[in-house]
């Protein structure tokens, strides 16, 4: 193994664009909530203020998760992965965390067919 | 919402490289695994086979999970997220997910000063 898998040195591998993935999932049920990317601001601002942070790449801009929404994702740890491109979010949310409305966004299953289908229903009240 | 996001049509929104991120969680536990990247010849394969596949960056090519040791991923369910750009592969794993022999690729967290702290013992038998 190589220092960057074994060692305690905080090393992100950033990739070309200068993120790494983010994966959250609720500290409590465990529930995949939302995948997300984190640049280096991102993560220190996740570190100083123990609220997720991300980089929108469709807005290219710094997001606090939650600051319009209110449904923000307070960290109760962080993880990464052997080779450190990505990270492991467990969160306390706030709300839903997905913008649609949705507790997690992934609300939709691949049927055998090739098709999506609906995981319960999707509203406002987080049904999902 | 958009038809992306609510409709029944799968459409991933692949990215400037033909990639989509992939989750891997294990079905029984609800543990983070690993986290990998599908094309859209790994997406048919992982389908068409039941086992997941996906595509190496690194190595520039398509990739059965545990070609070569054994440690595969019988895909229980996939689902996908809002905007279709991540994956949700719910497996069950042969043996350790992570090519470290931790049975997840997240066997460390972040500590409040910044450095990297192993959970569990690192080991071939899956410890952590």
Redesign the interface.
């Known amino acids: ?1 190589t220092d960057v ?6 090393a992100p591998k950033w990739d070309a664009a200068g993120l790494v ?1 983010g ?1 959250v ?1 609720d500290a409590s ?4 909530l ?2 997300a990317h984190l640049n280096e601001e991102a993560l220190r601002l996740t ?1 100083a203020t123990g609220e997720a942070h991300f980089w929108s790449r469709s807005r290219g801009s710094l997001w606090r998760k939650g600051e319009t929404s209110g449904n923000t994702l307070r960290v109760v ?7 450190q ?2 990270l ?1 979010l467990r969160v306390a949310a706030a709300g839903p965390a ?3 409305g ?1 507790r997690s ?6 049927t055998p067919g ?6 319960g229903e ?1 509203g406002e009240d987080g049904a999902v």
Chains 1, 2 share one sequence.
Do not use: K, N, P, Q
Request: some cysteine; hydrophobic content about 45%; proline content about 0%.
């Open positions: 193994m898998e074994s060692g305690s040195a905080l993935t994966v999932t049920s465990g529930e995949l939302m995948v570190l740890e962080v993880r990464i992965d052997c080779d491109d990505a492991w997905c913008h649609t949705a966004c992934f609300y939709r299953r691949l090739g098709e999506l289908e609906m995981i999707l």
